[in-house]
DNA sequence: ATGTCTTTGTGAACGTGTGCACAAAGATTG
DNA sequence: CAATCTTTGTGCACACGTTCACAAAGACAT
């Protein structure tokens, strides 16, 4: 019986070994002491726990670029993901095939969500059309929703939202690229404690907040161009 | 002069407003007591102490959909990121226009780096070629890394990768949707805390490290189907 | 069967981040 | 100029997550 013990997942994982026997152990007592967790019963186990043994029928509304890139990502389908349609509002794309998928028109959303039973979104429309979307998808019945347009999307209780801004990455590998550089000469902000600032995604929020909140009532439109 | 209270701006972000004062004190005393924080000084200072303020040069490696949806989005250079090139390895890719940047050959990619100063390379080949591309890309002096390929780069001291992976965010909506639809009938598994559970990122990167591991030596090759 | 050895599962200590609450600062008003 | 009022900046306490360290459990050898 092929068997891992915590040490080696945690030194694979990058982790310390004792968080990973604690996470382990949430799941229920499935290591055995002296040996370690059967390989082939741990992975089922963390799969149903994770919802990664159902399968979850998702749509894909907005066929440009990134909504074809998404559905023709190979790690969905092997996650428990089905593409089961994708939507595009362009009449020029309705029927052409995308990931061997045809694209159907946005006319029919609310009865590819119904017949599907789809309970999760994928928005990768531009931004003007991301709220619109949102609330038909909400409105049939998704209460899921993958948000890859910049924007925010304002949905009603019960329903999840995780919002996904390809930039934000690329601005915290920015951030510590500046760090880098800045080591030489950083003799006058040493004060600055990295790991606070690195994680202070309160202060990134509020920029992005602070445009319209001017006390004069007035929109100053100050953001960095 | 338009200015944001910390409490407004709390409100805005949904995140405590004593926490967002102490965020932006190690930015320096940069409000008014009685008054608050003058909004354009303070997108300022945010922006410059982010890296926004500066012109970072990106390549972008792996012209497919999703490739092109990266140097198409928006978000980009209104951060402070320029695409310098984009490069495909694909010869019937060179010169075409995406985005209004002409593809370049993949032979080129030493030089395109070093002319333009890049420090922050995006990897969007598929998974065989991607570890490739990065020791090209870290060999001619880019030192941070946005790796979208599903696989783990392996790269030397002093450069950052970041690895995203378009499922993940799905896998937690799922995670939740299972949550909601378990709710009724969750008698059984009653003794797990959610927050920590959700967290434990250690146990789904060990599921994917726990493939190799078997003691017996052999590849189990045990992952869900 | 008994002892030894390995590895789990977890109680306790530790460190870090968050939120409360208030004194200090400065604007504003009379 | 003094009093008042608003909002910042921060010391302090608390809570949470992480890590240490070890007793309990079980396999394996003798």
Chains 1, 2 share one sequence.
């Not at 020029?92 to 061997?100: D, F, Q």
């Not at 039973?117 to 531009?126: D, F, L, Q």
């Not at 690329?170 to 880098?180: G, M, N, P, S, T």
Request: hydrophobic letters at 45%; a negative charge.
């Amino acid at each position: 019986m092929p068997t891992v013990s915590s040490e080696e997942l945690a030194a694979a994982a990058g982790v310390n070994s004792a968080k990973l026997r604690k996470d382990f152990s949430y799941l229920g007592s499935y290591g055995t002491r002296g040996v370690g967790y059967d390989v082939e019963y741990l992975v089922y186990q963390i799969s149903r726990e994770l919802g990664l043994t159902q399968d979850w029928p998702v749509v894909i509304v907005g066929i440009g670029n990134l909504g074809a890139a998404l559905a023709n990502y190979g790690g969905f389908a092997s996650r428990g993901f089905r593409v089961a349609a994708l939507i595009d509002a362009d009449p020029a794309m309705t029927g052409r095939p995308v990931a061997g998928i045809p694209v159907q028109h946005a006319d029919a959303l609310e009865d590819i969500v119904r017949d599907n039973g789809v309970s999760i979104g994928v928005i990768a429309t531009p931004a003007g059309a991301a709220q619109q979307v949102c609330d038909r998808l909400v409105g049939a019945g998704v209460t899921s929703i993958l948000n890859f347009a910049p924007t925010m999307l304002t949905v009603p209780d019960g329903v999840d939202v995780r919002k996904v801004d390809l930039s934000i990455e690329l601005q915290i590998l920015a951030f510590h690229e500046q760090r880098k550089a800045g080591e030489d000469a950083a003799a006058d902000d040493d004060a600055m404690p990295v790991p606070t600032a690195a994680k202070g995604a309160a202060a990134a929020a509020a920029m992005d907040a602070a445009d319209p909140k001017g006390t004069d009532g007035e929109a100053p439109a100050v953001m960095p161009a």
